[in-house]
């Protein structure tokens, strides 16, 4: 209904589906926070913009598609060879590929995430934290310290998490993070995206890189047509991953 006409009232939907209208605001906030409408008093709108502004706080994230992260962090975790050195960005879905990594004992992983880095403090694989100042919200280490420590290995495959992705590029919402994403990705030798459906077409504050920087897009739905397009273009092979 909203779709169709960008508005709905609670009471219009509650009479059309013959729900209660407390279950109907119920429903409202649960899409509302899954980034799919924007509530307002008496009902919702259709949520139009493409750009986000401001960066939903982590445990939000978590929570927001979980099962299709869970299902790309399982596809990401498969591409992981023997032995490989790896680049792991910070975000919610790498979150998710540390924990399936941290069994493995025969990696080499650098990672900007102190939260990554605790999940895989279990694993008797080796992990390295560059120095630098911790960015709280992220709990991120970043900073020309973190910058120019990365910048000083070679990569098998890096992962790299963002919050939005277009024909123009990949995107975050910190420049801070941002800097220390490029690093990742200038050291490796494959760089894989993770990226769920809900940042299809979506842009933040800064750019991190062009399509053609990836090699591997991990998604778990196909992407829209014209940003299908224009990843082809760009050779940016893109992996859906199956089952949640």
């Known amino acids: 209904m909203i779709a169709r006409s960008g508005f709905a009232s609670v009471a219009d939907i509650s009479g059309a589906l013959g729900v209660s ?45 979980s099962g299709g992260k869970r299902a790309i962090a399982r596809r990401a975790a498969a591409m992981v060879g023997e032995g490989e050195t790896l680049g792991l960005d910070v975000g919610s879905t790498t979150l998710a590929l540390a924990e399936l990594l941290a069994p493995r004992s025969d990696l080499r992983i650098f990672t900007s995430s102190l939260r990554a880095a605790t999940v895989l403090g279990a694993s008797r694989s080796r992990v390295y934290l560059p120095g630098g100042e911790v960015r709280a919200d992220e709990l991120s280490l970043v900073g020309a310290k973190a910058v120019e420590f990365l910048r000083g290995f070679e990569l098998d495959r890096t992962f790299i998490g963002v919050s939005g992705i277009s024909e123009r590029g990949i995107y975050d919402y910190s420049v801070e993070d941002t800097e220390v994403k490029r690093a990742l990705i ?56 199956a089952g949640p």
Request: proline share 4%; charged share 35%.
């Open 21 to 65: 209208e407390m279950t109907v605001r119920r429903d409202l906030d649960a899409l509302c926070d899954e980034a799919l409408l924007e509530r307002t008093f008496g009902g919702a709108m259709r949520r139009d913009e493409r750009y986000d502004a401001e960066e939903p706080a982590f445990e939000r994230r978590v929570a927001v598609n």
């Open 186 to 241: 200038e050291q490796a030798e494959t760089v894989v995206l993770l990226c769920d459906q809900r940042k299809f077409d979506r842009r933040a504050l800064a750019r991190i890189a062009g399509l053609d920087q990836i090699d591997v897009l991990v998604t778990d739905a196909a992407p829209p047509p014209s940003l299908a397009e224009a990843l082809k273009a760009a050779t940016v092979d893109v992996i859906v991953a």
